[in-house]
């Protein structure tokens, strides 16, 4: 995406008739202070009528006990920006949930003080407002308007959804160019599909009811695989399906690498620390136990990918020493449920005569060097070594075929 001109992120440019009703139906109702504030009397003076001004009228205030924005005002869109306030896509609520989890406790709610003022202070500053998907361009993407003052019904992929999810979606959706071993997704690439065709509206907006107990692969909105790939017809279109479907993801055999994270960024490091920013993010690829074997499309299968996360021991001790300690650390895995968006039918394990040659690792029916795509507990051992605990559940120890060790 190129940059962005200065005029283009200020200014709005108005169609020829200099009408701003024939920029956007919005203002065939509504001036620019019925949303933004200020005070419209003061035609020749900037200052006094910019006082008051709202720079992102769509972003949530409590006033009197009722959270609101400018979108949820009287006829204009009450009941999509009540659903959308506690939406998952609007709250975080998986990470609050996790970080609650290892802060011992079963609710957010729960946290100490410090903790749940750090978080809403800084890992909801990359919550979307109403105007972050459907007028401008994200803040932490660069700012500026993505098409004039226009509401888009559809947001931008490029300046909205991906803006945002970058490193573990516009990385591997994208992919790069002239690198065979980094395509971009097949779904982007050769099918030409965005992603709205996956995750529609009522997923970004419908309201969240279990907020204690929701994440995204627990959100009974998500797509599927198995919305376009119905398990019962791929099952036994080829050997590979019918001996692998009941025991791994898809993601096994058909994701490219992926981006990883080595260590976590809330202190600021991913500003100023020169070996923060030469090993995060890190493309690699490993198969662990699969960390939820309760999921709604992967229940009971064995295998799954997994992608470590920014987590540590000492992660929120900037936010207080109430913060500082997390007691159940060591129970949730840091290596995490995968499902990256580097799809291909043709990957560094399918592509291969035989394809085990790629993937198993016993001598004579594969090869040892392929046991570096599985996640062994002496790995984390020595790069996390503070997660060998936390991490029991998924590493694939004890757990491959007979001779694969």
């Known amino acids: 995406m190129p940059p962005m001109a200065p005029w283009e992120k200020v200014y709005i440019k108005l169609p020829r008739s200099g009408n701003l009703a024939d920029l956007d139906h919005h203002f065939e109702e509504l001036s620019c202070v019925d949303c933004h504030g200020g005070d419209k009397t003061q035609n020749n003076n900037k200052e006094k009528a ?5 720079q992102d009228p769509s972003e949530f205030t409590t006033v009197d006990g009722k ?6 005002g009287e006829e204009c869109h009450t009941s999509t920006a009540e659903e959308y306030h506690n939406s998952l896509h609007q709250q975080l609520w998986g990470e609050r949930k996790y970080v609650a989890l290892r802060s011992g406790v079963s609710s957010f709610d729960q946290c100490p003080q410090s903790t749940r003022d750090g978080f809403n202070g800084e890992c909801t500053s990359c919550h979307a407002t109403c105007g972050d998907c459907h007028i401008s361009i994200p803040n932490s993407a660069g700012k500026g308007l993505v098409n004039d003052h226009r509401f888009q019904k559809t947001p931008n992929m490029e300046k909205n959804c991906t803006a945002c999810h970058g490193s573990r979606v516009a990385f591997d959706f994208y992919g790069e160019e002239g690198l065979e071993e980094r395509q971009g997704d097949v779904h982007f690439k050769t099918l030409y599909m965005d992603c709205f065709d996956c995750h529609n509206q009522s997923e970004m907006h419908t309201r969240v009811t279990d907020t204690d107990n929701t994440d995204r692969y627990t959100y009974d909105l998500r797509p599927s695989c198995f919305d376009c790939h119905p398990a019962d017809s791929i099952a036994t279109i080829n050997l590979y399906h019918t001996m692998h479907m009941d025991n791994m993801t898809c993601y096994v055999c058909h994701s490219q690498k992926y981006n990883n994270c080595s260590a976590c960024h809330v202190k600021g490091e991913w500003k100023t620390d020169p070996d923060y920013q030469e090993n995060n993010p890190h493309e690699d690829f490993k198969i662990g136990l699969n960390p939820l074997p309760a999921h709604r499309d992967f229940s009971d299968v064995k295998y799954a990918v997994v992608r470590h996360i920014p987590i540590a021991p000492d992660t929120y001790e900037n936010w207080g020493s109430a913060s500082a300690n997390l007691p159940d650390y060591n129970t949730i895995p840091t290596w995490k449920f995968a499902s990256p968006h580097s799809i291909q039918r043709w990957t560094p394990r399918t592509d291969a005569s035989p394809c085990y040659n790629n993937c198993h690792t016993k ?8 046991k570096e795509i599985f996640l062994f507990r002496a790995e984390i051992q020595e790069k ?16 491959l075929p007979d001779g694969w060790e």
């Open 384 to 399: 996390w070594p503070d997660e060998v605990q936390a991490n029991d559940p998924v590493v694939v120890d004890g757990n």
């Open 67 to 72: 959270v609101s924005n400018s979108c949820a």
């Open 50 to 54: 910019h006082k008051g001004l709202i």
């Open 363 to 370: 001598e004579g029916f594969g090869k040892p060097e392929n």
